[in-house]
């Protein structure tokens, strides 16, 4: 139980044990430290120590940290501007962001954010053009074109077997974010008690604090990250409304067995829970078979499968998602998705369609590739000394940096920016308890072998162990 931890609205403001050498870096530092559920008693110093705690907004997207305002004088005053609704008051400019800039500032080579520097396959891209042209540029269904709708349950149904129906089984949305969002929003009540597994992808805890959800947070621990079932049993209670997975997993890039499945599907059965399922990158599946929790016995009725075109076809800024669900799951999703954003980009979604009925040797194709720049990376971080954490799944690495001698994991990205020009990404941002995630970083291997190689180069130069 020790790696369990319950979320409540009131988390003392606190910075961690260890601490930022640097401003860049108030990101991390502004998790809090959990309150546990019982101190109602410690919920009144809490407040305190929220409003007596420094800002840590340290730059609002925009860049405007202050406005002006006049005083009662007459006289201009400089007002720190915070205008954010409580249920969002911790989320900050989110690391990746973060990261993303100063690997500009810095010139280094950006293997953080999980985006590809090369660009998504020809067909698809003149799909979307020919779309455009065809005049497809006018509000779409708001559930989906389609013709979008009938590819997923094609490609749903080739990956699972599952037979679902186009019209009523699927939501298409902006990216799966607004698939994760318009899942919580439309299923998850005020108090519902949602278990995640960290660490997590960062709008999960986002979305499920927006639903006013009670986060409830098991740990996957190194070297295998894998599922402490007696601590998942005993985290489900009567209150349990879902379990929040995500396989092949962002940032470890473990993958889910079907033992750990089968053994969530029983006790989701035995409870009567749901179960979120992200699956962004099912096709990003190196070591093992990609499992879809949807395909297990009993599991269709009470799973909702969330994914998006972004990471499989390399056009992540394109953002078409969607949800398949059981209708009566689907209506919440619906009902939400309709007042998020009610439609997704029509020419994209008609290009989607295209993308999702490529054959079978594009798949095959982009697995080899991928096997190729993970070969670059993992290699090379062996050689650097790094001690590596082996991924099975998704574009991503995710390593132990303490032979290298920094304190944590975001002194080692500030030192790898800003002294060897190499970008990666914290864990601890992945963590409701940031402490779990300070001996790893992640590195990303959806870049050019070029890029690979080069960024490999400067840290077998410049990074040595201490
Ligand atoms: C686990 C996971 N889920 C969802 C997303 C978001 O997907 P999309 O870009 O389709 O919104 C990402 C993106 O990095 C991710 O890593």
Not at 7 to 35: A, G
Not at 283 to 299: C, N, Q, R, T, V
């Amino acid at each position: 139980m020790q790696s369990q931890c319950i979320w409540t609205p009131f988390k003392v403001l606190t910075p961690l044990s260890f601490k930022p050498s640097s401003t860049f870096f108030t990101f991390s530092f502004s998790k809090q430290l959990l309150l546990p559920s019982k101190s109602i008693a410690a919920v009144s110093s809490a407040r305190r120590a929220i409003s007596s705690y420094p800002s840590l907004m340290a730059s609002s997207p925009a860049g405007k940290d202050v406005v002006s305002t006049q005083n009662n004088s007459n006289q201009k005053t400089q007002q720190p501007l915070q205008h954010v609704a409580k249920r969002l008051e911790k989320f900050k400019t989110t690391i990746f962001t973060q990261m993303s800039s100063l690997a500009i500032k810095h010139g280094a080579i950006n293997l953080g954010q999980g985006f590809p520097n090369f660009d998504g396959p020809e067909f698809v891209k003149e799909a979307a053009i020919q779309a455009i042209k065809d005049g497809k540029n006018q509000y779409a269904r708001g559930y989906g074109v389609p013709d979008l709708s009938s590819a997923i349950a094609e490609r749903f149904k080739k990956d699972t077997g599952l037979v679902v129906d186009p019209e009523k089984e699927i939501t298409v949305t902006s990216g799966c974010t607004e698939a994760i969002a318009a899942t919580m929003l439309g299923l998850i009540n005020p108090g519902d008690e949602v278990i995640l597994f960290a660490p997590f992808y960062d709008s999960y805890e986002a979305t499920l604090s927006m639903a006013g959800a009670k986060i409830k947070c098991i740990t996957l621990r190194p070297p295998d990250f894998s599922v402490p079932i007696d601590e998942l049993k005993s985290a489900i209670t009567q209150d349990t409304r879902a379990v929040l997975i995500n396989t092949p997993h962002n940032p470890t890039g473990k993958m889910f067995t079907r033992e750990e499945l089968s053994t969530i599907a029983s006790l989701c059965i035995e409870n009567d829970v749901l179960v979120f399922t992200d699956e962004v990158y099912d096709k990003l599946a190196f070591e093992m078979d990609h499992i879809s929790m949807a395909s297990l016995p009993g599991m269709y009725e009470r799973t909702v499968t969330l994914n998006s075109l972004g990471k499989t076809f390399s056009l992540t800024g394109w953002k078409i998602g969607w949800a398949i669900a059981p209708l009566h799951l689907t209506w919440g999703v619906r009902q939400a998705h309709s007042f998020l954003t009610f439609a997704t980009s029509t020419p994209m979604q008609w290009a989607a369609a295209v993308a999702l009925r490529a054959p079978e040797s594009y798949y095959v194709e982009l697995k080899r590739d991928y096997m190729a720049k993970k070969e670059i990376l993992v290699e090379g971080l062996k050689a650097v000394g790094f001690k590596i954490f082996p991924s099975s799944g998704t574009y991503f690495v995710v390593v132990d940096h303490t032979p290298f001698g920094l304190e944590n994991d975001v002194a080692f990205c500030e030192y790898l920016i800003k002294e060897v020009g190499v970008v990666a990404i914290p864990t601890s941002v992945f963590y409701l308890n940031p402490e779990d995630g300070k001996n790893l970083v992640r590195f990303t291997f959806c870049k050019d072998e070029g890029t690979l190689r080069a960024a490999v180069d400067r840290m077998k130069e410049k990074l040595k162990r201490k």
